[in-house]
């Protein structure tokens, strides 16, 4: 006696990257089963696309050696990896459709790192350019993009807001154009310090400090526009000119001798995009700025607290500058400076460059845990738990981030965040009664 | 016309070069810098050659007892301190215990060899000058010879020790884009010779590509994997760091995909070949071109690998370029050929002209 079995056959056997059965969607990395096993081409187009792309060039340089991958700050928090994207694209991926395109904060330390010498940095935003002409540009991303165009800040506020936070300086801020003659700084104050309710305090402070110091000084006041050097590494690079092209209209009207930053961001623009838009000249750092006054402070009280320093991917990597900021921090009497893990060259992203100071929503999709939160676990192991420690930055964009990152994994009350400028600022009113 | 040949560099090379010269009836002046003749593998300690694993020492007393010979003129503690002329007659000082002395040669050898790698210069995060158990290959080779391979920390046994390859070679940023060569099998070789000394140690390898061209395949990879249990992983190190006493590597295996997390006693660096200080110095003296490397350039490659830019001048071994032991005798062989050919008038035409 013989049945109908029923007959496999094996060369029809249909493999599904998605599955859904009987309306439940069952398809998931995690299951085998429904992935496609074999890799039945190995298209190059992709490969070819991004290397013609000005930027993508050493994309195709990767030798699989690995050693970005262990200093990649993402790849702590997920899958990602940078060996992996030039695997990926080696398979035909060309990223544009990929999660993988935002990841990247363009920190440098794979480049760092890299012995073919393959630069996301400049990979990344070539890519991300093409994914912007192609209207595939995360939503928070591109509300963050319209802000910009519209205002010249990412916030959307209005221009003649970015003054606001003048009124509660306790010193006079003198704007360029209403005092009608040449200074020796102009002080380019930044986004997040002109606007951000927890960024306005570095402003204060700084005008303070910079008015004790007897520093001829002045700002652009609404004629400032943000850098846009985030912009350009998210993609758009359109932008990014068209906001250069406003503040070296403004930085040209005016005599001044020195530009003075606020945002490491707008410290690479100014010093290494801007060359090439038509405006050269010095610019320095707020840290480096200050460092040559540290006699001259005249500090009135001790802080006492333990401090350790973040440095940022802009000022301290990808521009070298590590000292100034140190040398600030130990002039602060009272500052017991000690160094995290990761420090320098080999310092842990926050994760806000590289357009990811917009895409915190997306991002959190695609990763365990915030940048921002692994980097405060790392301070408050150094210098947390009493509440006299302090996490010192020296970028706008930090403050904030690093704040909520202190709420959000359970470190209320163990560890603040300062400005080095507020430590600054703080030493140098007379002690609390 | 002066007949002999000078020969610069007492090491594998060198004194090959000046054993092939005699053997077919030429004369040499070998010099020699150090006191001793051997060249780098003396000096560096090495213990058993790859891949036979034979004695250094007794291989080099072969090499040794190959230059005792009326027709070489072995001069060591002597380096070359000015040359002129051109091929045919050469008019060379050589300073040594005597003083400076002036010869006349009708051609020259050049084989000044390589340095290993100074690990200090890694972009990595390393750490050779900071971790006592981070240690390079010729490190290794020095407690390998002694037979007493421990942690340099504590003299204790290492329970896990790992090898990283490529430390110095393959990299844009260090500007020696260059392979190495030897590096992966002299490291194999080492990780069976530990493992024979030390069975309760663990010995892992850790590389980008293995690079075991010809019978190294069989000869020291395979055996290292199949016969002594050496575990071989594909991905490299990017940091090191101390932990608990120990060496935390980190890195990211990238067969699975994975960061690397784990704990080592004795970390042993790969460390590859730059052009020796002899070989710039010579080089300089000589006036004979240097590629971007360093190393001494050679014009009628592929065909005529011992003809530098200079006519009559010669070169052999890694003073040229990496190279393993076997390739540098059979260099030197046909470094002494050209040499001698050259005094006798057969200058091969169109060598040195790049």
């Known amino acids: 006696m013989s049945r109908d079995l029923p007959i496999l056959k094996v060369d029809q056997i249909h493999e599904l990257e998605h599955a859904v059965v009987d309306g439940v969607d069952i398809s998931g990395h995690w299951n085998r089963m429904f992935s496609d096993r074999s890799t039945t081409a190995l298209p190059t187009e992709a490969m070819d696309w991004i290397t013609s792309l000005d930027g993508g060039e050493s994309m195709r340089d990767c030798y699989q050696c690995g050693k970005c991958v262990p200093v990649c700050p993402v790849q702590h928090v997920g899958d990602y990896g940078p060996r992996k994207l030039n695997a990926k694209v080696v398979r035909g991926n060309d990223l544009i459709d990929d999660p993988d395109l935002w990841l990247c904060t363009t920190c440098g330390n794979c480049y760092r790192v890299c012995p073919k010498e393959v630069n996301p940095l400049r990979i990344m935003p070539a890519i991300r350019e093409q994914a912007v002409l192609q209207g595939k540009v995360p939503d928070e991303l591109s509300d963050v993009f319209r802000n910009l165009q519209k205002s010249g800040n990412p916030m959307g506020e209005s221009p003649r807001k970015r003054i606001d936070w003048i009124a509660e300086a306790g010193v006079d801020v003198p704007i360029i154009s209403q005092i009608g003659r040449p200074v020796d700084v102009l002080w380019y104050v930044s986004d997040y310090t002109s606007y951000h309710p927890r960024g306005k305090d570095a402003a204060r402070a700084m005008a303070r400090v910079m008015t004790a110091l007897g520093i001829d000084f002045a700002i652009l006041g609404p004629e400032e526009r943000s850098d846009g050097d985030s912009a350009r590494l998210a993609g758009e690079s359109g932008l990014f000119e068209l906001l250069a092209e406003q503040n070296i209209k403004a930085f040209q009207k005016y005599e001044f001798k020195q530009l003075v930053v606020m945002d490491p961001h707008a410290f690479n623009a100014f010093k290494n995009q801007y060359p090439r838009l038509g405006w050269e000249g010095e610019v320095l750092h707020y840290t480096q700025f200050l460092a040559p006054f540290v006699d001259k402070i005249e500090f009135q009280s001790s802080v006492d607290l333990d401090v350790t320093y973040h440095d940022p991917c802009y000022l301290g990597r990808n521009n070298g500058e590590y000292d100034a900021p140190r040398k600030l921090l130990e002039a602060i009497p009272g500052v017991r400076l000690a160094e995290m893990p990761h420090t320098k060259a080999n310092g842990y992203c926050c994760g806000g460059g590289g357009g990811g100071m917009w895409l915190d929503g997306f991002v959190a999709e695609h990763v365990s845990e915030r940048l921002s939160e692994r980097r405060v676990r790392e301070a408050v192991a150094t210098v947390g738990m009493d509440g006299s420690g302090v996490l010192s930055v020296a970028c706008p964009y930090e403050p904030s981030r690093f704040e909520d990152a202190v709420k959000s994994t359970g470190n209320d009350g163990r560890l603040v965040v300062r400005d080095i400028i507020e430590l600054i600022d703080q030493a140098m009113q007379p002690p609390a009664a | ?354």
């Open chain 2, 1 to 354: 016309m002066p007949d002999s040949i000078l020969v610069i560099g007492g090491g594998p090379a060198g004194l090959e070069a000046a054993r092939a010269i005699a053997s077919i009836g030429g004369k040499a002046i070998l010099v020699e810098r150090r006191d001793v003749l051997g060249g780098t593998p003396d000096e560096s300690n090495y213990a058993a050659l790859t891949p036979r694993m034979g004695s250094a020492q007794d291989a080099l007393d072969v090499l040794r007892a190959g230059v005792v010979d009326p027709a070489i003129d072995v001069r060591v503690s002597t380096t070359l301190t000015a040359s002129s002329g051109s091929l045919g007659d050469f008019a060379v000082t050589l300073s040594g215990p005597a003083g400076e002395t002036t010869e006349h040669v009708g051609s020259i050898i050049v084989a000044t060899g390589f340095q290993h790698f100074d690990p200090g210069r890694e972009t990595q995060m390393y750490g050779y000058y900071e971790h006592a158990d981070v240690i390079t290959l010729p490190d290794a080779e020095k407690m390998l010879k002694e037979h007493h391979f421990v942690r340099p920390s504590n003299g204790e046994i290492p329970r896990n020790v790992a090898f990283i390859q490529c430390v110095g070679s393959r990299d844009r940023r260090l500007g020696n884009e260059y392979c190495s060569k030897v590096c992966c099998g002299v490291a194999s070789k080492e990780a069976i010779e530990i493992r024979r000394m030390l069975p309760d140690t663990k010995v892992y390898i850790f590389y980008i590509d293995m690079r075991m061209y010809g019978f190294w395949e069989n000869e020291i990879y395979w055996p290292a994997q199949e016969e002594h249990n050496v575990t071989y992983i594909r991905g490299i190190v990017t940091e090191i760091v101390g932990k608990d006493g120990r060496l935390l590597m980190k890195g990211e295996d990238t067969t699975m995909g994975r960061p690397l997390e784990v704990l080592m006693d004795v970390i042993v660096l790969s460390v590859g070949m730059e052009p020796s200080r002899g070989t710039r110095d010579v080089a300089g003296i000589l006036g004979i071109d240097q590629n971007k490397y360093g190393f001494i350039a050679l014009p009628g490659e592929p065909m005529d690998v011992v003809s530098t830019s200079v006519p009559g001048i010669f070169v052999a071994g890694a003073a040229a370029g990496p190279k393993d032991l076997e390739d540098t005798v059979g260099m030197a062989g046909a470094a002494a050929a050209h040499a001698v050919g050259a005094i006798r008038g057969s200058l091969r035409a169109g060598a040195g002209v790049g």
